[in-house]
């Protein structure tokens, strides 16, 4: 019996020990892809990052789940442009576009938007505290803000309510190229922070917005990089689901009755992202974030006082 035991703690140790390394590799396993001459997309577990070299250094938008790969991106920047980091911009608060900041020294320029400052102190407060503290946004603006670093304009844009209510949107101009964070999954089921001020309804009305910007190419928050088409493909996926929602709930619908009944036709080929017994984004959970926006099921929470209001 204890030969049988030990056999069995000894394969269980085996297990953990490959489960560490898996994790370790997905965490530590970063690639990249040219755009332009200038601009380079980095992939990873996590949100896509941009980098943009210019003559005086290198911006980089978005920092993925852990300091560890915030360590790697910051190396690979500096690798991939020749120089060091000198801004970082968020393109809204979720952990897995912002967590990776403190890798990079203190006192690096991180920008953001307001609204995207509170929500970190709002949900994501006991990360950033210690030395994470010197990592949060620094440099915030409420509507539009413009870097020129090195011969490059960056342009921080905030559209209004999508994803959360605190997302921007990043252009490389000379390069005509915008990251888009969480505003576009690209063939993805999307995050909708209804809590964080998302809106499925007023997301497209945000799209819109990008549109009329001037640009070729596209950095999404999840999947690959593509352009135009790309954001309008998505947009009509959000009409979809928000009409067919809508009029379900107009009919009186209750929840499960609405799932069985909504059919989309504009999510062709789109993938589920999730974690196993963590979280899953698949057709279901979008509906669903809908169906509770709809109701008013959901209310976001409108300011760090709220938070002292709701203990």
């Known amino acids: 019996m204890k030969r049988i035991l030990g056999w069995g703690l000894a394969s269980a140790a085996v297990v953990a020990a490959g489960l560490a390394i898996y994790a370790y590799q997905r965490v530590t396993t970063l690639e990249h892809a ?50 060091e980091v000198q801004v970082v ?7 897995d576009h912002t967590h990776g900041n403190p890798a990079f020294p203190a006192g690096t320029r991180i920008v953001a938007t307001e609204r995207t400052a509170e929500l970190l102190k709002l949900f994501d407060a006991p990360y950033w505290q210690g030395d994470a503290a010197a990592s949060v946004p620094n440099e915030t603006f409420g509507d539009e803000h413009e ?31 915008i990251h888009m964070g969480d505003l576009l999954f690209n ?15 007023a997301w497209p009305d945000a799209l819109d ?22 954001i309008l493909q998505f947009q009509r996926f959000l009409r979809d689901v ?23 036709t504009e999510d062709t080929g789109y993938q589920t992202i999730g974690i196993p017994g963590v979280f899953r ?8 974030r809908a169906w ?20």
């Not at 379900?248 to 009944?261: F, Y």
């Open 34 to 83: 040219r755009i332009t001459d200038d601009v380079q997309v980095i992939f990873g577990l996590g949100g896509n990052v941009g980098v943009l070299r210019t003559a005086r250094g290198a911006a980089v938008v978005d920092t993925m789940t852990f300091r560890l790969q915030g360590d790697r991106i910051r190396q690979l920047a500096e690798q991939l442009t020749g120089g």
């Open 89 to 95: 911009l968020n393109t809204h608060y979720h952990r």
């Open 147 to 177: 870097i020129a670093l090195g011969g490059k304009t960056i342009r921080a844009i905030h559209l209004g309510p999508g994803h959360t209510d605190g997302d921007m949107v990043v252009l490389f101009v000379e390069d005509r190229v």
């Open 187 to 201: 063939e993805r089921y999307p995050s909708v922070d209804l809590e964080a001020g998302g809106s499925i309804r």
């Open 209 to 230: 917005k990008v549109l009329a910007l001037d640009f070729d190419r596209v950095i999404p928050g999840h999947g690959a990089v593509t352009d135009r088409n790309g």
């Open 242 to 264: 928000w009409s067919q929602v809508d009029a379900a709930v107009k009919a009186g619908k209750g929840l499960d009755q609405t799932l069985a009944s909504v059919h989309l």
């Open 281 to 288: 984004l698949d057709r279901d959970f979008v509906v669903r």
């Open 292 to 311: 509770e926006e709809a109701t008013g099921a959901v209310k976001k929470k409108a300011s760090v006082e709220a938070m002292g209001a709701h203990g």
